[in-house]
C-alpha cells in the first residue's frame, strides 16, 4: 500500500506528514494538520478503494495514446467523409477491441 495515493484519494494532501521511508511499505511517523491521521483501516479502505478504480479504468489508459491524437482523428474523419470509408471508424473499433472495458 502506498500511503501517499492513500492521502491524496482521501483528500488529506492539505496535511504535513514525514514517512519512515519513501518507498511502500511505510508508514506515517509524523502528522501536522486540520485533519486527524487516518487509521490503518482508512488507509486499508483507500487503498482498496484506489486499486478498484484503477483497474476498473485501465483500459482508458491502454486506449488513449492508440487512438492517437485528436487533430490526426478529425483529419481522418475529413477523409472518409471525402473518400466514402470508414476508416476512422475501423481504428477506433479495433483499439476498442484491442482493450476491451472492465
Given at each position: ?12 494532501n ?12 511505510h ?10 491521521q ?8 483507500a487503498w482498496?478503494e484506489?486499486?478498484s ?6 483500459y ?8 492517437g ?15 466514402g470509408?470508414?476508416?476512422w ?13 472492465g
Open positions: 500500500m502506498d500511503i501517499n495515493i492513500c492521502i491524496d484519494w482521501l483528500n488529506l492539505r496535511n504535513e506528514y514525514a514517512l519512515d521511508q519513501s518507498n511502500p511499505p508508514s506515517i511517523l509524523s502528522w501536522e494538520g486540520p485533519d486527524p487516518p487509521s490503518e483501516q482508512q488507509l486499508q479502505t482498496s484506489y486499486t478504480h484503477k483497474n476498473a479504468n485501465a482508458k489508459e491502454l486506449r488513449e495514446p492508440e487512438y491524437n485528436i487533430k490526426d482523428q478529425l483529419d481522418m474523419i475529413y477523409w472518409d467523409g471525402v473518400n470509408t470508414t476508416l471508424q475501423d481504428h477506433i473499433a479495433s483499439v476498442k477491441a484491442k482493450y476491451p472495458k
